[in-house]
T-cell receptor, first 114, second 110 residues
Framework: NAGVMQNPRHLVRRRGQEARLRCSPM?????VYWYRQLPEEGLKFMVY????????ESGMPKERFSAEFPKEGPSILRIQQVVRGDSAAYFC????????????FGDGTRLSIL | KNEVEQSPQNLTAQEGEFITINCSYS?????LHWLQQHPGGGIVSLFM???GKKKHGRLIATINIQEKHSSLHITASHPRDSAVYIC????????????FGKGTKLSVKP
């Protein structure tokens, strides 16, 4: 099954540590989106990437958060110096060639900050 | 006011009932999506539509672009339909990001 793969499924970090979340899109998909779901809230867009390019990062917090989608390998969402408020479920989605396609979601990474 | 509003927030139904979930939006869109989030947290895309109506099994999605409104219907509901149903829109001219409603939590009792 070549669905969207996210790892780890669960990640626990202490305040001040770094969190790295990985997303491998579906085979043949070159568009990757990251979304965050805070407890008891709806999903919110964070960033949209194509291979080696950030297309739209309007939903990313200005500090501590970064994302990349290298030519080879998975997309990475990186959170530096995590704080309690970063605790959330982070979902990755992918779509093929254009944005006018349904997005396929991964199962998410649940990040907990101690 | 949220750009995407869903109603109801919570819905309990008996098995076999016909279910309707509503979504209204306030922005221009290129497409509207209905998603299903399972109790375990995974998200599945059910429909993407920009006009008219789509049907897949017991699920039907409709959209009225003029009224900026969409509905998701489930016929002959079953306990396995219990999930959170999320409406999302692709804003017109956007690069692909989605704006989400807060979801409707559906519980179907046997």
């Amino acid at each position: 099954n070549a669905g969207v793969m996210q790892n780890p499924r669960h990640l626990v970090r202490r305040r001040g540590q770094e969190a790295r979340l990985r997303c491998s899109p579906m085979k043949g998909h070159s568009h990757v989106y990251w979304y965050r779901q805070l407890p008891e809230e709806g999903l919110k867009f964070m960033v949209y990437l194509q291979k080696e390019n950030i297309i739209d990062e309007s939903g990313m917090p200005k500090e501590r958060f970064s994302a990349e989608f290298p030519k080879e390998g998975p997309s990475i969402l990186r959170i530096q110096q995590v704080v309690r408020g970063d605790s959330a479920a982070y979902f990755c989605a992918s779509s093929p060639f254009t944005t006018a396609q349904p997005q396929h979601f991964g199962d998410g990474t649940r990040l907990s900050i101690l | 006011k949220n750009e995407v509003e869903q109603s109801p927030q919570n819905l309990t139904a008996q098995e076999g009932e016909f279910i309707t979930i509503n979504c209204s939006y306030s922005v221009g869109i290129s497409a509207l999506h209905w998603l299903q989030q399972h109790p375990g947290g995974g998200i599945v895309s059910l429909f993407m539509l920009s006009s008219g109506k789509k049907k897949h099994g017991r699920l039907i999605a409709t959209i009225n672009i003029q009224e900026k409104h969409s509905s998701l219907h489930i016929t002959a509901s079953h306990p396995r339909d219990s999930a959170v149903y999320i409406c999302a829109v692709s804003p017109g001219g956007s690069q692909g990001n989605l704006i989400f409603g807060k979801g409707t939590k559906l519980s179907v009792k046997p």
